[in-house]
């Protein structure tokens, strides 16, 4: 539980911002204080999530996937391309934002490996804060509406641990710079 203000480990990768350069460790943090307004969180019941192994459900659906440029250059790194390149060839730039480009009619992440029975994320160690932060956004994880209507779609929903209120409250400000409703 949280308890105070402070700084929450919110995930941590292995990254370095260019090819060819030394691995570091790089562990991104969420400010959280005691006194954030309580969002209308769902009941604890409703609060439970854990990925189902080989699900890919929220990779093969329209939407879009904002990533930052922390995002960007972690994924850059991966594939051990420049961050021009990188950008040319995966991202959009649409109204100020740089979004993944998806692909096919069905807009699947380009990252997505297998097929639609079992599949997985090919960056699955540097994937995009809102890929890290999924479901737990704001518009879905912040009010009841939002959490059932994503529980059709998601069958992690509903399983694995419950998560405390405050760590929700964390993982929705993480999100919602990038969050936009997949």
């Not at 969002?39 to 019941?45: I, N, R, T, Y």
């Not at 490996?113 to 540097?126: A, L, Q, R, T």
Request: hydrophobic share 35%; glycine share 8%.
């Amino acid at each position: 539980t949280v308890r105070g203000s402070g700084w929450v480990r919110l995930f941590e990768v292995k990254t370095h911002p260019l090819p060819r350069t030394v691995l570091t460790k790089r562990v991104y943090y969420v400010a959280y204080n005691r006194k954030m307004p309580n969002a209308a969180l769902p009941a604890a019941s409703e609060r439970r999530f854990q990925c189902v192994e080989g699900c890919t459900a929220c990779c093969r659906r329209p939407g879009t996937i904002v990533i930052t440029r922390d995002d960007a250059a972690r994924i850059a790194a991966h594939f051990k391309l420049s961050l021009r390149r990188f950008e040319h060839r995966y991202t959009d730039r649409v109204h100020g934002e740089t979004r993944l480009r998806l692909l096919g009619p069905e807009q699947r992440c380009p990252f997505l490996g297998g097929d639609d029975e079992k599949g997985w994320c090919n960056i699955h160690p540097v994937k995009p804060v809102q890929c890290a932060t999924y479901p737990f956004w704001p518009g879905v994880a912040d009010n009841t509406r939002g959490w059932q209507r994503e529980m059709q779609t998601c069958p992690g929903i509903g399983q694995g641990p419950d998560h405390a209120r405050e760590w929700v409250q964390i993982q929705i400000r993480a999100a919602a710079p990038t969050a936009t409703g997949r």
